[in-house]
């Protein structure tokens, strides 16, 4: 077919440039250049209030934060096997994260190449292929376009590839990050310090074997994502917002590790590039994450039945059933809190999901799991509804627009250690970590970033075909003229 | 030693114990014994008063000392292989309750405006126990606070136990659709 076609053919418009989406390979940057806006929005020490409240910029970071960057997408323990999918967001777009027959696993676009369907309504589930309801196409777990109904009722079935679109995801050891970005910095470059951290996480659990529990707790709160970000590495609020789990663990005669003067507490903080940042919190606790356990709902029992397991029970397992008091976040959408992995969802400027996932430790004794899965629902309870709380008083607060400005300079020269590389060291009421991830926010959100669809087969298609013709035959023009 | 279960397996027969208390709906008769039914639903009606009247200390003497109060994220759930949202023993009930009352809890002051509907009571004898009954009901929750408003359905299961001073609630069970699609937290539940 494509022997006869030519730049002129009105059907493939060869002329087409590589940012007209109608190109199966397009390369397109959507938006404004807001160099000059994130300039005034985001100082060094302040940052404007519309960063949280405006509509439009929320849509923005939907396509350059949420779509463009790397993103927090899954943990392959999500599907261990072929066929196993998950349902995931990129921003507002649905992602299929499933693996295929070969075993590799894709982030497929749950949108129907045809007409625009979703192709899964189910959080989760197990597939030979993905057929969509409507038209019945139907699609190999691959995103290859297996079956269509009719195929002879179109002529120009392969003037576009027909394949399911796909995000590029990267796996570091389980944990799956995705993008659209057509030219993604590696999400080694990307982790940066980060990955040391996140690898001494995995390899504290033994055979640094982790599984994700695939249901989520999903709690909403009527504030910016943000406010979860500000929130995971500051080490003060927790004094006073969590007053009351903290008096709470006084009546259960333990002191939570939130209770202690954050004025002299040693646990640091540090920013660790592109936005990440994780605060080290076993400084102020030196008798272990297990020491600060509070009595909570059959621990009596799946203690003693520990201990008559007899032998030595080594102090890891005990911290296992705790967090491991290292609240490390890796911007946008993945923070580490006790034994959960917590994905902040945006919905819109002033509404976010977050999804609490468990993760397990399996190569241990069954009573560590299960303790795991209590104590997680210990600050669901107590703490979590008061930071929800104080997140929706902000986003009411920053309503008042003649107010324009937060202050977020808590430790900057006042405590903060700054090394060669602009990496901050400070202790728990810095507020270093917001004003290192809001420097990252406006340097991604400052100018439209170039993001492609991946697609399987787009060689195949009439407009690439004929666009390699073209190429083919102006070489043989320029070597004749030689 | 007893023959009780202990440690481990205490733990995992009360949470196989749960989830047949779930799967019994499935099979329960629906001839059901209507002079318990309603003998039971007085004692729910009064249960969902007065936690709208905010008296937790005379809810909280309702409940036997082997209490358990669980609300799964979907009722397909298990509390020994899913996070729930709530598992409580008779010690953490009494930390909720506390919480009430607490007014460095930020989330619950002001405090809230809640109206429990119980509907559609039913009641079977537990055949292995003389003194314990299972009951299921439909409930729906309207919260108001800080003038936003939550609605939340679901039902109810709940395990009570006859003693010489009235109905002793043993066990709680809670099934909400809506906290599976994600929803505005629930501290203040019970």
Request: with cysteine; charged share 25%.
């Amino acid at each position: 077919m494509g022997e006869n076609m030519n730049k002129n053919d009105p059907e493939t418009n060869l002329e087409r440039d590589i940012s007209d989406s109608l190109r199966p390979d397009a390369v397109v940057a959507r938006g404004p250049d807001l160099t000059d806006e994130v300039e005034h929005l985001i100082r060094k020490d302040v940052v404007h209030r519309r960063v949280y409240t405006d509509p439009d910029l929320f849509n923005i970071e939907m396509d350059r934060i949420f779509g463009a960057t790397w993103c927090f997408i899954g943990h392959e323990s999500e599907v261990p096997e072929a066929g196993d999918f998950v349902r995931k967001r990129l921003g507002k777009r649905q992602i299929i994260l499933v693996r295929t027959r070969k075993g590799e696993i894709r982030g497929l676009l749950n949108r129907c190449s045809h007409r625009g369907t979703t192709l899964v309504g189910e959080e989760e589930g197990c597939a030979k292929r993905f057929t969509c309801p409507y038209h019945g196409w139907a699609f190999d777990l691959d995103g290859h376009l297996q079956s269509l109904p009719v195929a002879d009722s179109y002529s120009k079935l392969y003037e576009r590839p027909f394949d399911l679109g796909q995000i590029k995801v990267v796996s570091h050891r389980g944990f799956v990050f995705g993008t659209l970005a057509a030219d993604p910095m590696s999400l080694d470059d990307w982790l940066g310090p980060a990955k040391l951290w996140l690898d001494e996480h995995i390899d504290r659990h033994p055979g640094a074997s982790i599984r994700v529990l695939k249901a989520p707790i999903k709690q909403s709160y009527k504030a910016n994502w943000k406010m979860a970000w500000d929130n995971a590495a500051d080490g003060i609020h927790a004094t006073f917002a969590h007053r009351s789990y903290n008096l709470l663990g006084k009546e259960a005669e333990t002191d939570t590790i939130l209770s202690r003067n954050p004025a002299v507490s040693p646990m640091v903080g540090y920013t660790l590039g592109h936005g990440h940042c994780v605060v080290d919190q076993r400084p102020g606790i030196p008798d272990g994450p297990w020491s600060t356990m509070r009595p909570l709902p059959t621990r009596e029992d799946l203690e003693a039945s520990l201990k008559e397991r007899g032998g030595d029970i080594p102090r890891e397992t005990w911290d296992l059933m705790t967090g491991n008091m290292v609240n490390l976040n890796i911007f946008p959408n993945l923070i580490f809190v006790g034994n959960q992995i917590v994905v902040p969802e945006p919905i819109s400027a002033d509404e976010t999901l977050m999804n609490y996932y468990l993760v397990m430790a399996d190569e241990t004794p069954e009573e560590v799991n299960l303790m795991r899965m209590r104590v997680d629902e210990d600050f669901m309870s107590f703490g979590i509804p008061d930071d929800f709380e104080m997140f929706e008083r902000v986003q009411e607060g920053l309503q008042t627009i003649e107010e324009e400005w937060v202050d977020v300079s808590r430790g900057d020269d006042a405590g903060d250690v700054v090394d060669e590389y602009g990496l901050a060291t400070g202790d728990l009421a810095s507020e270093a970590p917001i004003r290192h991830y809001m420097q990252e926010w406006k340097r991604i959100m400052a100018k439209p970033i170039p993001t492609t669809i991946r697609r399987a087969r787009i060689e195949d298609s009439k407009f690439m075909k004929a666009q390699k013709l073209k190429a083919e035959s102006a070489a043989a023009a320029a070597a004749d003229v030689k | 030693m007893t023959d009780q279960p202990f440690g481990l397996s205490k733990t995992l027969a009360l949470y196989e114990s749960l989830v047949a208390d779930v799967a019994f709906l499935d099979t329960a008769p629906v001839v059901f014994d209507g002079a318990l039914a309603a003998e039971v639903a007085a004692t729910l009606i009064g249960e969902a008063r007065l936690l709208d009247r905010r008296q937790f200390d005379t809810w909280y003497d309702l409940w036997a000392e082997d209490a358990a109060f669980w609300m799964p994220l979907h009722q397909s759930h298990h509390p020994a292989r899913d996070q729930g949202l709530i598992m409580d023993d008779h010690r953490r009930l009494r930390e909720r309750v506390w919480r009430m009352h607490d007014t460095s809890a930020w989330a619950l002051v002001p405090y809230a405006q809640i109206v429990r509907m119980i509907g559609g009571v039913e009641a079977w004898p537990l055949p292995q126990s003389s003194t314990d009954v299972i009951a299921t009901s439909a409930i729906t929750i309207t919260h108001e606070r800080t003038g936003k408003v939550t609605v939340l359905a679901g039902r109810q299961i709940h395990r009570l136990r006859r003693t010489d001073d009235g109905w002793q609630i043993v066990r709680k069970i809670m099934l909400c659709p809506a906290i599976s699609a994600g929803m505005p937290h629930l501290g203040w539940i019970l």
